[in-house]
């Protein structure tokens, strides 16, 4: 090969490799702000169509609107406190029965706000006649913040709101943390943090065991994408905007800690966290706990598909709840 030929064919080379890395940092630049940040760029559609159960409009959402439009009609307080590193984070509290001293905290998964979540099941929690309470998490809806942390930062937010219900409503309360999806591994994680007396139990319906688990089981859907090497990519890229470590936010470690009674919901239809995941936080779990499989729910539509199941199973949790708490 003449030496002007290995020139050309060297700088060809070094080009295709720059242009590689260049595309390599781009795609995982686009996972983070998919994933993380609150301005969300838009997967190109040969990836957002692989997601495993992304989401995509279904029979319920149409009800949801409906639903959530009557909610904001109810008389509520709408709330707000710091977080610790300084966001506002929003709320709107709606007042129980006189007496009733039972409170949820309602905690709303990914790019989500905590009346759409929560628009059918609050019609049950009125229906007890207890207190709720719905937060906006941090970076999504009107609460402040630029990245969500998949339970990192968000657990310590739930335990600064828990604390918050006890100074407003006082100690004589109860408190039931409830979260679905990302809310769901945020309120696992909460649980295992020190709380105030008043939480007495985690409704957690469909969570992930980790947030590497979950990504990497999106990407595995994407197509043949090197997922270890992406996620390390796209974690760098946490700790350095995002400021947390993907790592942290694995509610499997956390159902190793604590004592407070665990109630676990998950559709067995449910693709976009996979159901195992549910098997895996129960065997982990170490505090009184139970599973509720919900026959051919997808993703976040367990109460949707088995309102009756689903509402059965909580009065039932919430009265060993109170006979744990007078052991």
Not at 84 to 100: C, H, M
Not at 154 to 161: F, G, I, K, M, T
Request: a negative charge; aromatic letters at 10%; hydrophobic letters at 40%.
């Amino acid at each position: 090969m003449g030496a002007k030929r290995y020139k050309i064919v060297k700088g060809t080379m070094a080009t295709a490799v720059c242009s590689l890395g260049a595309v390599a940092i781009g795609g995982c630049q686009w996972l983070f702000h998919f994933a993380v940040a609150r301005k969300q760029w838009e997967l190109p559609e040969v990836f957002a169509k692989r997601l495993a159960g992304s989401g995509k409009p279904d029979e319920f959402d149409k009800r949801a609107e409906l639903e959530e439009a009557e909610l904001l009609k109810l008389p509520c307080e709408r709330v707000s406190i710091q977080s610790e590193d300084g966001l506002t984070l929003k709320g709107r509290f709606y007042k129980g029965e006189e007496g009733n001293k039972d409170i949820f905290l309602a905690v709303h998964g990914f790019r989500n706000h905590g009346t759409r979540e929560f628009c059918s099941i609050s019609s049950f929690y009125q229906k007890t006649g207890a207190s709720y309470l719905l937060i906006d998490q941090r970076a999504c809806g009107e609460s402040e913040g630029e990245y969500m942390t998949y339970g990192a930062k968000e657990s310590e937010d739930v335990r600064l709101w828990a604390q918050w219900l006890v100074d407003q409503c006082g100690r004589d309360c109860r408190i039931f943390l409830h979260g679905i999806s990302l809310g769901s591994a945020t309120v696992l994680l909460t649980a295992a943090k020190e709380l105030p007396g008043q939480v007495a139990g985690v409704i957690a319906d469909c969570g992930y065991t980790s947030a590497w688990e979950e990504f990497s089981h999106q990407l595995t859907h994407m197509g043949p994408l090197p997922s270890d090497w992406v996620l390390n990519a796209v974690n760098l890229l946490c700790k350095k905007k995002a400021n947390f470590d993907i790592h942290d936010a694995a509610p499997v470690e956390a159902v190793k800690q604590g004592n407070l009674p665990h109630l676990f919901f998950h559709g067995t239809a449910d693709k976009f966290v996979p159901y195992y995941m549910m098997q895996e936080l129960y065997d982990a779990c170490t505090a009184p706990k139970k599973e509720i499989p919900v026959e051919g729910a997808a993703h976040a539509r367990c109460y949707c598909v088995a309102p009756e199941l689903y509402e059965e199973n909580i009065l039932r949790f919430m009265e060993r709840c109170e006979l744990e708490s007078s052991r």
